[in-house]
Nanobody
Framework: QVQLVESGGGLVQAGGSLRLSCAAS????????MGWYRQAPGKQRELVAA???????NYADSVKGRFTISRDNAKNTVYLQMNSLKPEDTAVYYC??????????????WGQGTQVTVSS
């Protein structure tokens, strides 16, 4: 059994900052990549940022220079530091983990989501 626990969402004024965390636990042999997606009302879920086990990162153009993804491999935790937030960043943010179990099966697992609201 695998669990992702997200935290750090909330309400912030435009220009402010938030830091999201996503901690993984359970029957995980290795985590190949972790990422953050978001979904605003009436829109499709989109990639915000992702990071591989080796530390390579990928960002959506809309957040480059404002958001930073990082991970603590010892804690199986990924973070998303969000600075200079804009009202258009308002969405439910979801953590995604690409992992392998002890039988070498690879899975994608989603967190429950955390709401980020940026007021103008």
């Amino acid at each position: 059994q695998v669990q992702l626990v997200e935290s750090g969402g909330g309400l912030v004024q435009a220009g402010g900052s938030l830091r999201l965390s996503c901690a993984a636990s359970g029957s995980i042999f290795s985590i190949n990549a972790m990422g953050w997606y978001r979904q605003a009302p009436g829109k499709q879920r989109e990639l915000v940022a992702a990071i591989t086990s080796g530390g390579s990162t990928n960002y959506a153009d809309s957040v480059k220079g404002r958001f930073t993804i990082s991970r603590d491999n010892a804690k199986n935790t990924v973070y998303l530091q969000m600075n200079s937030l804009k009202p258009e960043d308002t969405a439910v943010y979801y953590c995604l983990m690409d992992y392998s179990d002890y039988d070498a099966n690879e899975y994608d697992y989603w967190g429950q989501g955390t709401q980020v609201t940026v007021s103008s």
